[in-house]
Structures are given as C-alpha cells and as structure tokens.
C-alpha cells in the first residue's frame, strides 16, 4: 500500500481558473505535511508547508489539512501558465524521512 | 541564508564505469542529508540518508554508495554503473523542527 497518493493527473485547468489537487496519506502519526513543485527538468522546489488542520494560505496558493480523513489538498486560484508544473505531495513517516506521491501534473492552458 | 550544491550538472557514464557525484551545503551545521533519485517520469526514490558525519542509512540496496566525510559533504559512488543506474540524481538537506526538505539543482545521468 502507498504511504501516499495523489489524484491521478494530467490536469489541464484554463488561466484563471482553480486548481484542485489532491493527497491522501496513510500513516496516522504524520505530523508535516508538503507540497513542492517540480518544472519539467528541474528539481523540487517547497511551495507550501501546513502541520495543523485547517486552511493555509500563501498568496494564490491554499494549503487544506484534515487529518482525521488523512487529507491534505493543494488549491492554487487564478491559475497562471506559470503553474504549469507537476505538484508533489510529501508527508513525513519519522524524523527524519519524508514520503513523496507520484505527483500531479498541472497544465495551464491560455 | 543556506545554498545545497550539485556537480556534475549533466553527465554521460559508460556501463560499468565509476561514479561520484558531490553535494555540498552552505549556511547550515550538521543538517541531515539525503540523496533520491528520479526516474524518466517516476517519482523520487530515497536512496541514502545521513544524519552525521560518517552515519548512513541505505534505503534500497544496489550498486551505490554515500558517504559523509565532513558535516556539510554528500558524497553518491558506484564503482561500476549499470544502464538502470540512469536519471536525475537530487540531494536534499533538512535542519528544522518540521522535517522539511530543501533540494539543491541536480545531476542527470545517462548511463550508456
């Protein structure tokens, strides 16, 4: 079993619009969680970084933690073609370890 | 402010040649360290992490090694590449409290 998992991608939203992007994990006792974001060729780079439930927001981007149904999304608005990108969910599994998803590949279309 | 250094950028490696590839941090003591590697369209794989000097943790057993010779130095070998060695090799530090992980740039290998 994963430890965590991200919606299945492509994802092609239009400028403007909302991006939703979504991570479930499995290890109960996670207490980090994280999204990167990875332009084709290059390496991850943090993004956003949210530890209690609720809502955290960064500019375009909101960060959203529920860990009672062990789900953390990414909601990024007005989505500009320099979002296109893929998006990786990281939760920590000890203290020293993170666990990565597959990640989603979002693509803003003008 | 803290920096993570990669070289080589870009590398092209016979089968059954050897490897090195250096990663150095700036700014920062005794953070942990990590090396993943990325396949063509995968997700990152934890190869190896270290959170001393000389102290490794080996995630997947293979034909690569790390080593930590000085507290802010990550070093990958192999002493014979295979094809399958082939991708992006990323190195990554953390110091926090929240177990976050910086990546620095990079190393694509091709093994050929």
Known sequence: QKEVEQNSGPLSVPEGAIASLNCTYSDRVSQSFFWYRQYSGKSPELIMSIYSNGDKEDGRFTAQLNKASQYVSLLIRDSQPSDSATYLCAVNIDDYKLSFGAGTTVTVRA | ?112
């Open chain 2, 1 to 112: 402010s803290q920096t993570i250094h990669q070289w080589p950028a870009t590398l092209v490696q016979p089968v059954g040649s050897p490897l090195s590839l250096e990663c150095t941090v700036e700014g920062t003591s005794n953070p942990n360290l990590y090396w993943y590697r990325q396949a063509a369209g995968r997700g990152l794989q934890l190869l190896f992490y270290s959170v001393g000097i000389g102290q490794i943790s080996s995630e997947v057993p293979q034909n690569l090694s790390a080593s930590r010779p000085q507290d802010r130095q990550f070093i990958l070998s192999s002493k014979k590449l295979l094809l399958s060695d082939s991708g992006f090799y990323l190195c990554a530090w953390s110091d926090g409290p929240y177990y976050e992980q910086y990546f620095g740039p990079g190393t694509r290998l091709t093994v050929t």
